[in-house]
């Protein structure tokens, strides 16, 4: 109820406490003031259980409040992780730009970069994969690998009818088997980028916005590169 509602009770409770022996008048004198005292307990207990309504939908909005506030500042939060990744994103796709004929080594080094911003500065990992796919054959139409000096990719991979599904989780960033796996937004293309790398021992939920701009990104690059 709204303020001016709680209010309006009142005032009405106050009316019907001071009218109460006007109600009682032709009521037996002996019972005249036990009705008076019960019609005073009636009032303010109507008023008391009004005012626990009213404290009680104050508490519940002040909840509200405190979970708005809380889902504001993860919000400002992700804003800032994500505000410091862009410089990473920005000079990638400056370095793009500046070079309107990209020989075949550019074009790797620019997939390169990309994959190793993902891979090395957010997710930690010692390995990663960029992996295209065409999702009505279930082919790979591109892959770019980066992995640590002398680390040795591990050979345990999985085909891509699981990548072709993997849009039914729910989970953001997506898993199959020991791997994290984020595939690009747009689930409609016919050829769909995906970026696999093994789970850390880190939780990457804060970072995944970042994680998906890059796919994103990727996707957006193969496009403009390849098609």
Known sequence: MSKMTYIAIYFMLFVALLLQPHFTRHVDDALKPY???LAILIILGIAYLVYLLSRRELNKKGEELKVSQGKLLESFEYIGKFNRRLPLLKNLSTDLLANPKLTKQHKKIIFSDLLATAIVSIAKANWGLFRLVEISSKRTVKEF???????????QFFGNSELVEIHNQSAKIKTVGKFN??????????IQGFLIFPKPAVDLTDEYLV????????QLFYKYLFV
């Open 211 to 218: 994680l998906q701009a890059i796919v994103d990104q990727m």
């Open 35 to 37: 009705m008076q005292s």
């Open 181 to 190: 796996i984020i595939p690009v937004s747009d689930e409609e293309a016919e």
């Open 145 to 155: 690998i980066y992995t640590a000096p002398d680390y040795v990719l591990p050979q």
